[in-house]
Each structure stands twice: as structure tokens, then as C-alpha cells.
């Protein structure tokens, strides 16, 4: 099994930042790809991005590209989302994920973790 504690979510104006993290834990040697799901209020979870744990290779949403960068610390068990110039739509419950794939729109994530409100004021 897989533990998955996200921090650093909150509120923030329009135009602003936050650095998301995902702490993992447990059989972390079984994990391929971390990354993040969000879901707004009415809506499907969407997949945002994914980073790969030993080469690092990352995919990512259009609707994120050039705002919202993912990291990750393997030492630290840690992945990271730092996200820029947000926007009142990228009002969401962001969720970590780990999973047997950097593809999670295909291959959907083995574990998720409990979210973490991100809201975005005009």
C-alpha cells in the first residue's frame, strides 16, 4: 500500500501562485509516476499532470501548460506542483496520485490522496 498527504493548498487571488506537495509513503518503491488530479465543484476529476519517479519525464494538461510546473524530490519521497499565474477556473480539491503510469488519463492511478482546497477569487 501506498500513503498519499498532500499540503499547501489555499486561497489566492487571481494572477497569483501556490506550491502544492505530496508527501508518499509506505511501498513508494512500487510506484512508477506521481502527479495530480483536481475536480471542481460540479465537475469530473480532470488529470492535470504526472511526472515520472526515476527519469523524470512529465505530462501535463494543455489547459496547464506554461502556468503549472511539475517536480518531484525522490529523497524526499515528495512530488511538487507550483503553479503560476492562476486563474478563478483552476478553482478546485487538487489530489495526489501514484499509479503504474505517466499516461493516468489512460491508465488511471492506484492511489489517490485526500485533496487539498485550491480556490482562486477574481
Known amino acids: 500500500q501506498v500513503q498519499l498527504l498532500e499540503s499547501g493548498g489555499g486561497l489566492v487571488q487571481a494572477g497569483g501562485s501556490l506550491r502544492l506537495s505530496c508527501a508518499a509513503s509506505g511501498r513508494t518503491d512500487s510506484i512508477y509516476a506521481m502527479g495530480w488530479f483536481r475536480q471542481a465543484p460540479g465537475k469530473e476529476r480532470q488529470f492535470v499532470a504526472t511526472i515520472t519517479q526515476k527519469v523524470g519525464s512529465t505530462y501535463s494538461a494543455d489547459s496547464v501548460k506554461g502556468r503549472f510546473t511539475i517536480s518531484r524530490d525522490n529523497a524526499k519521497n515528495t512530488v511538487y506542483l507550483q503553479m503560476n499565474n492562476l486563474k478563478p477556473e483552476d478553482t478546485a480539491v487538487y489530489y495526489c496520485?501514484?499509479?503504474?503510469?505517466?499516461?493516468?488519463?489512460?491508465?488511471?492511478?492506484?492511489?489517490w490522496g485526500q485533496g487539498t482546497q485550491v480556490t482562486v477569487s477574481a
Open positions: 496520485v501514484a499509479g503504474r503510469a505517466l499516461n493516468m488519463k489512460i491508465i488511471p492511478p492506484d492511489y
